[in-house]
């Protein structure tokens, strides 16, 4: 994907966002975002965004041990339920935003991804700093001819 100043969220953003509601226990997430390789995760109810749950907000519910196998063993109250623990009204970005404005946000109010949303709240996708990393690596290839 080339860069331009009128390249969009929409154009780069994840569309198929894997999602939590709000009564899901945060063991059942905290797994699911391991085994997805992921650390945000988009809370919904009806389709319409709720909230958003991160790896911190996880750990910090969860406490994490490391055996000398490299396994984990997590303790906690691990029943507790999403909705405890996410955020709620998490900043949002429109698919027609341009990547430098959700990069600003993104700066600004120090956060890991945006949710993208349409005007009645539904979630569309999701923009991560990953993406814009690999938008930067991009930028940064020099191409060989």
């Known amino acids: 994907m080339r860069y331009t100043d009128k390249l969009t969220v929409g154009e780069l953003m994840l569309k198929d966002v894997i999602t939590a509601k709000e009564s899901d226990n945060v063991q059942q997430v905290y797994v699911r975002m391991l085994e997805g390789r992921f650390r945000h995760m988009p809370v919904v109810k009806a389709g319409r965004l709720v909230g958003i749950v991160s790896d911190r907000d996880l750990r910090n519910a969860l406490v994490i041990f490391h055996d000398g196998e490299g396994k984990k063993e997590i303790v906690g109250n691990r029943q507790l339920n999403v909705a405890k623990i996410m955020t709620r009204e998490p900043l949002v970005a429109d698919s ?6 959700a ?3 993104m700066v600004k109010h120090k956060v890991g ?3 993208v949303c349409d005007d009645d ?5 999701l923009i991560t700093e990953t993406d814009m990393l690999r938008l930067l690596e991009e930028l940064l290839t020099v191409k060989k001819k």
């Open 113 to 115: 991804c945006l949710p």
């Open 96 to 101: 027609g935003d341009s990547v430098k404005t």
């Open 103 to 105: 990069v600003r946000l």
């Open 121 to 125: 709240g539904r979630l569309l996708g």
